[in-house]
């Protein structure tokens, strides 16, 4: 039997709004099949820790993820 593999991946953009602030994207893999998705949510840039957000995500290490910053 074959096994999917499936990844979510959270990135921040690099452009800044006027009030300072970037948008959260969300990146779902499929099997290399790829769909990128505005969530609606903003955050300060200065605020963005990948390595934090990934941790809580992954309380239970079922995913792997990756942190990639700036696509």
């Given amino acids: 039997m074959k096994k999917d ?6 990135y921040r953009r690099s452009t800044v709004t006027k009030t300072g ?3 959260i994207r969300m ?4 099997n290399g099949t790829r769909i ?6 903003y955050i ?3 605020l963005w820790n990948q390595l934090d957000i990934l ?6 290490g079922l995913f792997k993820l990756t942190p990639i910053d700036n696509l």
């Avoid at 593999?5 to 959270?10: D, I, S």
């Fill in 5 to 10: 593999r499936l990844t979510v991946l959270f």
């Fill in 36 to 41: 990128d998705s505005n969530t609606g949510k």
């Fill in 44 to 46: 300060d840039p200065a």
């Fill in 21 to 23: 602030e970037c948008a």
């Fill in 55 to 60: 941790n809580k995500l992954t309380p239970y």
């Fill in 27 to 30: 990146r779902i893999s499929v």
